[in-house]
């Protein structure tokens, strides 16, 4: 009898383990009509990622659709490295890049929660190198004119991208400069990058225009001086540890380099090529906390964040942001008659590290107006609909960023919805 019960506690024991793991790899899928959705419709979305794969446009893609917290629909389809044939893991790592950036934007939103600041505070109030920030005017003989900035820029402006900030991607004069100042390579760490990027000029008055801006990455240091934590402690603390988040950070642990996705570019004939390089995800080699475009993920991992989102702040009985503020986030806080370059962006203005639909006739998708999310340059995609309590998530890994597959897959998701 003894040795019976044992085993049956060895058993429950062994069932409660597995259990315990399936939960913390892959969420459990729900029945779709329950939730509204139709099974065969969501279906719809495997036809066309299977596509994709098939002809080779993608390695591997992840795809999860969850509505009032419940999962929906989570496949999986292709390979985390095409060469050897390996096929796609629930546990698979992946690149998050910009979609970094609505986890800076929700860790900027705990500490204004805490009143450490206000969102039209200036950014030299805790960054002093922001304080003789310039604005370009003209290119000259010389150096180039430059101008005051009539108003500085505030936390709103560095949030929702209309900070006078850019990338530096172009071929105009200031995309130059930004060019040979090249500021990850020749900086020690986050605070020393976002100095130097303080002397640099801006693109445009604050608040008067948008651009695509290491913005976030000044929302990161920002984040550093408030809290007295580096932004991986932060994060770690704040933010993976109470979501569960166990796969999530900055670094790529030598035991966990079997699970990251290979990065796959286009080469001239449109052809996907491996890139194999993890250098800025080893310790030691990089030491530059991008929070607006660092961060590894999981789809697991990922997906918990983004339920906290759909649930107003919470998840899993762990509360990170108040329903007031997840709405003040996902709000337009761009100016009157600043609009969005991108055609993908068309019918959106910018919220508070996301992107909000504010027009969804002149979008380019079914959706909800006030659904907002963003999406990282390996093709990921992130949405969040409070209206119909949807999330989406695509994991996938090659670049460059596809507006297409985001969008497609937009439509395939709110197509399936035939209950509000």
Known sequence: ???????????????????????????????????????????????????????????????????????VFSERYGYMDIESKKKLSSDAIYRAYSMSKPITGAAAMMLFEEGKFLLDDPISKYIPAFKDAKVFVKETDNDPALEDCKKEITIRHL?????????????????????EADLFNQSRNLEQMVDKLATLPLYYQPGTDWQYSLSIDVIGRLIEVVSGMTLDEFFQKRIFTPLGMKDSGFYLS??????????????????????????????????????????????????????????????????????????????????????????????????????????????????????????????????????????????????PCDDRIQLKLKN?????LIEK
Request: hydrophobic share 35%; glycine share 12%.
């Open 254 to 399: 030598k035991e966990n380099r079997n699970r990251i996705t290979t990065l796959y570019r286009y080469n001239q004939s449109k052809e996907l090529v491996p890139n194999h390089s993890i250098s800025r995800y080893t310790k030691g080699e990089n030491r530059m906390l991008s929070g607006g475009g660092g961060l590894l993920s999981t789809t697991a991992d990922y997906l918990k964040f983004l339920l906290m989102l759909s649930n107003g702040g919470e998840y899993n009985g762990v509360r990170l942001l108040s329903p007031q503020t997840i709405q003040l986030m996902g709000r337009n806080h761009l100016e009157d008659g600043i609009s969005l370059p991108w055609g993908k962006l068309k019918g959106h203005g910018y919220g508070l590290s996301v992107s909000v639909l504010t027009d969804l006739s002149k979008s380019q998708c079914m959706g909800s107006v006030g659904d907002f999310g963003w999406d990282g340059a390996a093709s990921t995609f992130m949405r969040v609909d409070p209206k119909t309590g949807i999330a989406i998530l695509l994991m996938t890994h090659r670049m």
């Open 1 to 71: 009898m003894k040795t019976m019960i044992q085993r049956i506690t060895i058993v429950t024991l062994v069932l409660l383990i597995s259990a315990s793991f399936l939960a913390a790899s892959e969420a459990a899928t729900v029945n779709p009509e329950g939730q509204g959705f139709s099974s065969e419709r969501l279906q719809r979305i495997s036809t066309v990622m299977q596509d994709y794969v098939d002809r080779r446009e993608f390695p591997g893609i992840s795809v999860t659709v969850a509505r009032h917290g419940k999962v």
């Open 412 to 416: 395939l998701v709110y197509q399936a």
């Open 159 to 179: 949030l929702c991208h209309s900070s006078g900030l850019g990338y530096g991607w172009g071929s105009d004069p200031v995309s130059k400069i930004y060019q």
